[in-house]
């Protein structure tokens, strides 16, 4: 392990900022995560994965960690069901291909999500129909403070809608090292109900899928209409969903009667923040560097060498203008490092 100074994040994010770390180490294992936990330099050190769900507005003072650790295992397996581990390093979607080789249901609808292992349960990633916490069993996390090791299960995890204990009390407290998942052996569950993975299928001619057609059908669609970050800089989504009352649903869609909403719980909905954004003329909407992607208005877009200042100010404009026109604040789905 090297210890690095005054390093570009750049290819460190998938928004293709150029920020600078002042101090810089990448870990392959749990033993040298806790070798540069110990070292005085490293107080207060940034994490960092894949990149993807974050956004440097500035340099960061903060000594950077890049989390790195590789390697997937199964722990344990029954005739219906297997527990795979999966260190933090490993790259989403490489873990969904290597279920899929080996016929594990239950994160095929989570396909091409970008960013790392770790980083997943930080976030709950979710996509058509399905959460992490779905298929979750449990996690192993080094404390920062004593380096001490800890598994934690869903319960301690306390998911919430691209939530988790990791992304608030504890975003500061623990290193995630691996994750662990339960999937499917057999009798998978197909889950095709949400989004336009049942229209992709039928025009595929395909009427009993398995969890790779359903897999190449989320791909397609992703491909469709999200801009590669190698090619485009982006974060995917940038806003959640918001979450409404009944109430305040109810007096949007005597207003607009096409509103896309979802059934949350209780009497609440969630409501499409893309078609928020697009119905306030924002879809597609460039101005120098930054802007909302033509084909999916939750995307905000680094066309050229655009910094962390200019994409932040670009989205609160959109903020703004959503709140203006529905009354609906966006929050944002990606991390804000200020």
């Not at 990448?26 to 070292?39: M, R, T």
């Not at 039928?202 to 790779?212: G, M």
Request: hydrophobic fraction near 40%; aromatic fraction near 10%; include cysteine.
């Amino acid at each position: 392990m090297t210890v690095l100074e005054n390093v570009s994040l750049k290819e460190f994010n998938t928004f293709g900022v150029d920020a600078k770390a002042s101090l810089f180490a990448s870990v392959k294992n749990q033993l040298e995560l806790k070798e540069v936990l110990k070292d005085p330099r490293f107080k207060n050190p940034f994490l960092i994965g894949g990149g993807s769900n974050l956004l440097f507005v500035n340099s960061i003072s903060r000594p950077v960690i890049h989390i790195n650790i590789g390697g997937i295992k199964i722990i344990d397996e029954n005739d219906d069901s297997v527990i795979v581990s999966a260190g933090a390093g490993i790259k989403w979607h490489d873990l969904v291909l290597w279920a899929l080789k080996n016929n594990y249901g239950g994160i095929e609808n989570l396909a091409l999500i970008p960013g790392n292992t770790g980083t997943a349960p930080i976030q709950n990633i979710g996509a058509y129909g399905v959460e992490l916490k779905d298929v979750f069993y449990n996690l192993i996390a080094v404390s920062i403070d004593d380096c001490s090791t800890h598994i934690f299960d869903e319960n301690d995890c306390e998911f919430g809608y691209r939530d988790s204990k990791f992304k608030n009390e504890w975003s500061h407290q623990y290193v995630i090292t691996s994750v662990r998942l339960m999937l499917q052996k057999n009798n998978h569950f197909i889950n095709t109900q949400y989004g336009a993975i049942e229209k992709t299928l039928i025009k595929k001619n395909i009427s009993n899928p398995s969890i790779q057609d359903v897999a190449d059908a989320v791909i397609e669609i992703r491909n469709n209409k999200l801009p590669n970050p190698k090619e485009l800089g982006n974060s995917g989504s940038f806003f959640k969903n918001p979450i409404v009352s009944k109430e305040k649903t109810d007096k949007l869609l005597l207003e607009h009667p096409n509103l896309p909403h979802y059934e949350f719980t209780g009497n609440f909905y969630k409501i499409s923040a893309g078609w928020l954004i697009e119905k306030s003329g924002l879809k597609g909407l460039r101005e120098g560097n930054v802007g909302m992607h033509a084909q999916q208005a939750l995307v905000l877009v680094n066309y050229g060498n655009a910094t962390g200042k200019e994409l932040w100010k670009f989205a609160q404009k959109v903020q703004q203008t959503v709140a203006q026109k529905f009354g609906i604040t966006l929050d944002p789905e990606v991390n804000i490092i200020e």
